[in-house]
């Protein structure tokens, strides 16, 4: 161990409640996530309480140290590395600490399929369903505004936080929400200094900020400073929600719930094409469905590779589908919907090759696994070339999917390169992974080139780079590209509540123009790992200890899609055509 991580084990080790880790292996697990980049810490804090994070943060500041607050190590764009203390919540603070009629008040850590399992016994759900739900802690999913499938219904995280409690980089604890922008008796001299120097910077770039925004129905790139000051209120929360940590770190946060739904069904269309899939689209939202996910042949071809079942139910030649929910307050209402759907766009346009629709839950529940089960397969598919999750959060208007995605195709083609393609069509999110290789020089040129352009014709079209899962290292280089002068309102609003730059440091504000091709994850064999660094130059001495322990790019998505063997599975009872 070297002597500055020594230093921090023997500051922090009597001191936290929690645990602090420095040691090599440890390190070396928290340097990656789902992304592409890899960034060891200093150190690895697990806090038990609230206490411990403000120690952490005193310290920190004391010794100008990054603090990085991080959940399941699921995020796709880097957000959540960083070369300082990782405080990893999913460890202790993983209570639900109160349930109101209709809100709940919980801790970081708290994973959001757990939470619904609990709210479910109370008739309550917590809609925002981002896909890693199992993983996901809600943490994470105020962190980055989560919001999933279902948007159409729910919207993202933003729209259901109301309050949090927050430590800011000196340590200084407080909780926030709606505050008056007039506060001479607020007893937290940090929060009234915070309210009114925002205030001030938001009430007098108001039309800056309007006109920046984008026309997309979601938006998670930059700090969302729209419509948060109104009335001589200043919603904080709403402000710090999708601020992906660089502001402040969440201890304990309060959230709205909603009903369960008394009854849904989905229907499956299939397209010969995926710019029949995209005019579709606005065909169906006026019947108001609850999600409508489109999902392209390389995922299909996997699925129908993964389970019998998906190879009767979808066809060979079917380009993409539709996976359309909706929900109401019986069967037969569900069922009129979905007719509905189907007869307008098959029946009436045309648009679709055939359909599929299922009512009983556990159809619906094995329809869905089209969208949630069989994305991470793609990890697992061989060859040099891998699907790269670095322009995956895309968003525009629904409207202009068709035009998207022609440009989409163009550009991709102009560079050689196939891609796989799956997204909230409903309300225009696209996760698009095209295949690189990260050990070629010439697909790390590409990757840049195919960043810039597709981000080009999304702003030109009204969408924004970043619909959910946040800049991170991915896309921070970029939003100046998008919001132009209102880049440097983000800048003052870090400045505002991190003047010292120590929480998530290089995320949503930074000067480096090359973020995305550096601190790639290595993928060279490990005889060669130990040796180089992501970059493919020579490690320094004291970095030798921790390559020598890689983690490649071949063990992302380690998640098991089904415990039962291909036999089983076979057996299983395929469900019903329409």
Same mark, same amino acid.
């Given at each position: 161990?070297?002597?500055?991580?020594?230093?921090?084990?023997?500051?922090?080790?009597?001191?936290?409640?929690?645990?602090?880790?420095?040691?090599?292996?440890?390190?070396?697990?928290?340097?990656?996530?789902?992304?592409?980049?890899?960034?060891?810490?200093?150190?690895?804090?697990?806090?038990?309480?609230?206490?411990?994070?403000?120690?952490?943060?005193?310290?920190?500041?004391?010794?100008?140290?990054?603090?990085?607050?991080?959940?399941?190590?699921?995020?796709?764009?880097?957000?959540?590395?960083?070369?300082?203390?990782?405080?990893?919540?999913?460890?202790?603070?993983?209570?639900?600490?109160?349930?109101?009629?209709?809100?709940?008040?919980?801790?970081?850590?708290?994973?959001?399929?757990?939470?619904?399992?609990?709210?479910?016994? &109370?008739?309550?759900?917590?809609?925002?369903?981002?896909?890693?739900?199992?993983?996901?802690?809600?943490?994470?999913?105020?962190?980055?505004?989560?919001?999933?499938?279902?948007?159409?219904?729910?919207?993202?995280?933003?729209?259901?936080?109301?309050?949090?409690?927050?430590?800011?980089?000196?340590?200084?604890?407080?909780?926030?929400?709606?505050?008056?922008?007039?506060?001479?008796?607020?007893?937290?001299?940090?929060?009234?200094?915070?309210?009114?120097?925002?205030?001030?910077?938001?009430?007098?770039?108001?039309?800056?900020?309007?006109?920046?925004?984008?026309?997309?129905?979601?938006?998670?790139?930059?700090?969302?400073?729209?419509?948060?000051?109104?009335?001589?209120?200043?919603?904080?929360?709403?402000?710090?929600?999708?601020?992906?940590?660089?502001?402040?770190? /969440?201890?304990?946060?309060?959230?709205?719930?909603?009903? +369960?739904?008394?009854?849904?069904?989905?229907?499956?269309?299939?397209?010969?094409?995926?710019?029949?899939?995209?005019?579709?689209?606005?065909?169906?939202?006026?019947?108001?469905?609850?999600?409508?996910?489109?999902?392209?042949?390389?995922?299909?071809?996997?699925?129908?590779?993964?389970?019998? &079942?998906?190879?009767?139910?979808?066809?060979?030649?079917?380009?993409?589908?539709?996976?359309?929910?909706?929900?109401?307050?019986?069967?037969?209402?569900?069922?009129?919907?979905?007719?509905?759907?189907?007869?307008?766009?098959?029946?009436?346009?045309? +648009?679709?090759?055939?359909?599929?629709?299922?009512?009983?839950?556990?159809?619906?529940?094995?329809?869905?696994?089209?969208?949630?089960?069989?994305?991470?397969?793609?990890?697992?598919?061989?060859?040099?070339?891998?699907?790269?999750?670095?322009?995956?959060?895309?968003?525009?208007?629904?409207?202009?999917?068709?035009? /998207?995605?022609? &440009?989409?195709?163009?550009?991709?083609?102009?560079?050689?390169?196939?891609?796989?393609?799956?997204?909230?069509?409903?309300?225009?999110?696209?996760?698009?992974?095209?295949?690189?290789?990260?050990?070629?020089?010439?697909?790390?040129?590409?990757?840049?080139?195919?960043?810039?352009?597709?981000?080009?014709?999304?702003?030109?079209?009204?969408?924004?780079?970043?619909?959910?899962?946040?800049?991170?290292?991915?896309?921070?280089?970029?939003?100046? &590209?998008?919001?132009?002068?209102?880049?440097?309102?983000?800048?003052?609003?870090?400045?505002?509540?991190?003047?010292?730059?120590?929480?998530?440091?290089?995320?949503?504000?930074?000067?480096?123009?090359?973020?995305?091709?550096?601190?790639?994850?290595?993928?060279?064999?490990?005889?060669?790992?130990?040796?180089?660094?992501?970059?493919?130059?020579?490690?320094?001495?004291?970095?030798?200890?921790?390559?020598?322990?890689?983690?490649?790019?071949?063990?992302?998505?380690?998640?098991?899609?089904?415990?039962?063997?291909?036999?089983?599975?076979?057996?299983?009872?395929?469900?019903?055509?329409?």
């Amino acid at each position: 161990m070297d002597p500055e991580r020594a230093r921090i084990h023997d500051d922090l080790r009597g001191v936290l409640a929690g645990d602090v880790r420095c040691d090599d292996l440890y390190l070396q697990l928290y340097s990656t996530d789902a992304s592409i980049y890899q960034i060891r810490p200093l150190a690895v804090i697990a806090p038990r309480n609230t206490a411990d994070v403000v120690k952490c943060a005193e310290y920190a500041t004391k010794n100008r140290l990054p603090l990085i607050a991080r959940g399941a190590g699921t995020g796709l764009a880097g957000e959540a590395l960083g070369a300082g203390l990782v405080l990893d919540f999913s460890r202790y603070m993983t209570r639900v600490l109160e349930f109101g009629p209709d809100t709940v008040r919980v801790q970081p850590g708290v994973i959001h399929a757990n939470l619904n399992r609990q709210l479910a016994r &109370r008739g309550r759900t917590f809609g925002p369903d981002p896909a890693m739900s199992t993983v996901t802690t809600m943490g994470s999913v105020a962190a980055l505004d989560g919001s999933g499938s279902h948007w159409l219904k729910y919207g993202a995280a933003r729209g259901h936080v109301q309050r949090l409690q927050i430590v800011l980089s000196d340590g200084t604890l407080m909780t926030v929400g709606q505050e008056p922008t007039e506060t001479p008796d607020d007893p937290l001299p940090r929060r009234r200094h915070l309210v009114q120097e925002l205030s001030r910077l938001i009430a007098g770039n108001t039309e800056l900020i309007k006109q920046h925004q984008p026309k997309s129905c979601v938006n998670r790139s930059g700090y969302h400073l729209h419509r948060v000051l109104q009335g001589g209120q200043l919603d904080l929360a709403k402000l710090l929600v999708g601020s992906a940590g660089t502001l402040a770190m /969440f201890t304990e946060i309060t959230l709205a719930t909603q009903p +369960l739904e008394a009854s849904r069904g989905v229907c499956l269309l299939l397209f010969d094409s995926l710019d029949s899939a995209a005019r579709a689209v606005m065909e169906i939202l006026p019947f108001s469905p609850s999600a409508c996910d489109i999902i392209d042949r390389r995922h299909l071809s996997l699925a129908r590779e993964h389970d019998v &079942r998906f190879d009767l139910l979808v066809p060979s030649d079917t380009e993409a589908v539709l996976l359309v929910e909706v929900d109401g307050d019986n069967t037969t209402e569900v069922r009129d919907r979905l007719h509905q759907i189907i007869d307008r766009v098959h029946g009436e346009l045309r +648009l679709a090759l055939g359909s599929r629709q299922a009512i009983d839950p556990q159809e619906v529940d094995f329809y869905w696994q089209l969208a949630r089960r069989v994305v991470p397969t793609l990890y697992r598919l061989k060859g040099s070339s891998r699907p790269l999750p670095f322009v995956e959060d895309i968003a525009v208007p629904p409207a202009a999917l068709p035009e /998207f995605f022609q &440009r989409m195709f163009t550009v991709l083609r102009r560079h050689q390169v196939t891609a796989s393609l799956f997204g909230h069509a409903g309300h225009g999110q696209l996760h698009l992974r095209p295949f690189l290789n990260l050990a070629d020089p010439a697909d790390l040129e590409r990757m840049q080139r195919l960043a810039e352009e597709l981000y080009d014709d999304a702003i030109e079209l009204g969408g924004t780079i970043s619909g959910e899962h946040g800049d991170g290292l991915s896309r921070t280089s970029f939003i100046r &590209r998008q919001y132009g002068p209102l880049y440097d309102v983000f800048r003052e609003v870090k400045r505002i509540f991190d003047p010292d730059n120590l929480l998530n440091p290089g995320k949503v504000i930074s000067d480096d123009p090359a973020l995305l091709t550096q601190n790639l994850r290595p993928l060279l064999p490990e005889s060669e790992v130990a040796a180089t660094n992501g970059n493919g130059a020579a490690t320094r001495p004291d970095e030798s200890k921790a390559a020598a322990v890689p983690v490649r790019h071949d063990m992302l998505g380690t998640i098991e899609l089904s415990s039962a063997s291909p036999r089983a599975r076979k057996r299983r009872r395929v469900p019903k055509r329409a």
